[in-house]
Structures are given as structure tokens and as C-alpha cells.
């Protein structure tokens, strides 16, 4: 059964990637500050991909000292592996500004079983609802085929209703990623595109386009399970196919 459109107040349109990339940092500027001062600490997950340039202008910030961060998908790989470890690019892009900060990373161990369940057990140090860890923001980014995370069109991933953390191995190296109920667990999720790549050198229209009102499945375009919960920043080019928005 197709998912209902999402709703227009809840997609945003800028201009270009920059105001796109400003945006996102804002709201985790903002999204830190309001946690920090209700309850002492702020929990984020966030993805590989774009969306690490977009957090690469947040330089040392006052929060850091006071953060967990964790990631929405990671493959099996070493930690300092550059090329495929998103531990890695982060730790280059801004995490060696952020002070402090506790990263909840992988071991380095190619077992993505072994992996997910280590995974899952740091993250029952966060606040839990549900039996389910709670962020108070969690960043997705989204690819053309609508995957979110490791969660894949067409795998019984997207389905699972249960775990937090689940093993993919649907290429080499295997990888772990949160569930969607976990990503849904958080207080605010953002979902951001912009601009073109090496990886989507046209750009990301018609993946926006099916995310955003395609009719579509969580089966068949997992990001559109995040309708109704999440928050689209999207630039122009991003933003060019939709119809209404």
C-alpha cells in the first residue's frame, strides 16, 4: 500500500547546496543547545555521504564536549580506513574539532553480525523509549534508489519492527544500520539533498520526487517512511520535479 504524499509545510526549498549546507548546521547548532540545556547532553546519528560536508563548517563547537554521536550506517571495515570507513572521513571533515566528544564506533571487525549486536549495545547507553534509543536528531540522507542508511528496496531490512541495529550484507564489506523505528524514535529527523556528485552526477530530482510524493512503499522506496515525521531541506535542483511544493 502506497504511502501518502508528504505534507508541503513539511519540505523546505532553498536556493542552492550552500544554503542547503547552512541550514542543516543551524539546526544542529540548535538542535545541541536545546538538548544540552533540558537535559545535559545531546545525541545525534548521522549519516556518510553529503551530509559530512554540511557538518564540515561546524568548527569546534561549545557543545561538543557533551555530545554522542552515532552513525545511521556504517560498513564493516577498520576505522581508519579513509576510503571506506565514514568514521574516518568524519573524524577529517570536523570530528577532530569536536572535542571531547563521544563517537560511538565500530570495532573494526569485518563480522557485520558481530558488529550490529555490539552496536546495539552501546546504543542501550542512550535514553531509551520503546526499547528503542532515542536521538534527538538524526540526519538521513537519501539515494536515488530511495535507501536510508543500509535500508534497501526490496529486503526484508526495511521491515524490521524490533531491533535497533541490523547487519547488511548485501555487498562486500557487509555494513550495520539503524532500523527504521529506530530512526523513527527521534525527536527530529532531517533529511537533506543537494546538489550533484560523482555518485548522483545528475543530481537527486527524481529521487526527491519519489520520496517526497511518488507512490511509492516502504518496500519499494524505504525513504518514504519517513513521511510524516521527517523534515526535507532540498536545494532547487533537488526540489525540481515535484509538483505542489
Not at 20 to 35: D, F, G, M, P, W
Not at 48 to 72: C, H, Q, R
Not at 133 to 154: K, R
Not at 172 to 197: D, E, Y
Amino acid at each position: 500500500m502506497s504511502v501518502n504524499p508528504e505534507d508541503p509545510s513539511r519540505v523546505l526549498i532553498l536556493p542552492d547546496a550552500t544554503a542547503v549546507s547552512l541550514r542543516v548546521a543551524e539546526i544542529v547548532n540548535s538542535a545541541a543547545t536545546t538538548a544540552i540545556s533540558e537535559k545535559g547532553e545531546f545525541n545525534l546519528a548521522i549519516p556518510g555521504g553529503s551530509i559530512l560536508n554540511m557538518l564540515g563548517s561546524i568548527d569546534n563547537p561549545e557543545w561538543a564536549s557533551k555530545t554522542n554521536l552515532a552513525y545511521v550506517n556504517h560498513k564493516c571495515v577498520d576505522n581508519n580506513d579513509i576510503n571506506l570507513s565514514t568514521h574516518a572521513k568524519a573524524t577529517e571533515k570536523f570530528l577532530n574539532s569536536w572535542e571531547g566528544s563521544n563517537v560511538l564506533t565500530l570495532s573494526g571487525n569485518s563480522d557485520s553480525g558481530f558488529e550490529s549486536e555490539r552496536y546495539s549495545t552501546l546504543l542501550k547507553d542512550l535514553p531509551q523509549l520503546n526499547n528503542l534509543p532515542v536521538f534527538d536528531l538524526c540526519l538521513i540522507g537519501v539515494g536515488d534508489d530511495g535507501h536510508i542508511g543500509s535500508l534497501y528496496p526490496g529486503r526484508t531490512e526495511i521491515l524490521e519492527e524490533n531491533e535497533s541495529v541490523l547487519p547488511v550484507n548485501m555487498k562486500k564489506p557487509g555494513s550495520i544500520t539503524l532500523t527504521l523505528p529506530t530512526i523513527l524514535n527521534s525527536k527530529r529527523i532531517v533529511i537533506a539533498a543537494c546538489g550533484v556528485s560523482e555518485k548522483y552526477p545528475k543530481g537527486k530530482s527524481e529521487g526527491m520526487k519519489r520520496g517526497i510524493q511518488g507512490e511509492e512503499t516502504v518496500e519499494s522506496f524505504p525513504a518514504v517512511g519517513l513521511r510524516g515525521k521527517g523534515e526535507w531541506i532540498i536545494d532547487e535542483a533537488a526540489g525540481g520535479k515535484l509538483v505542489g511544493y
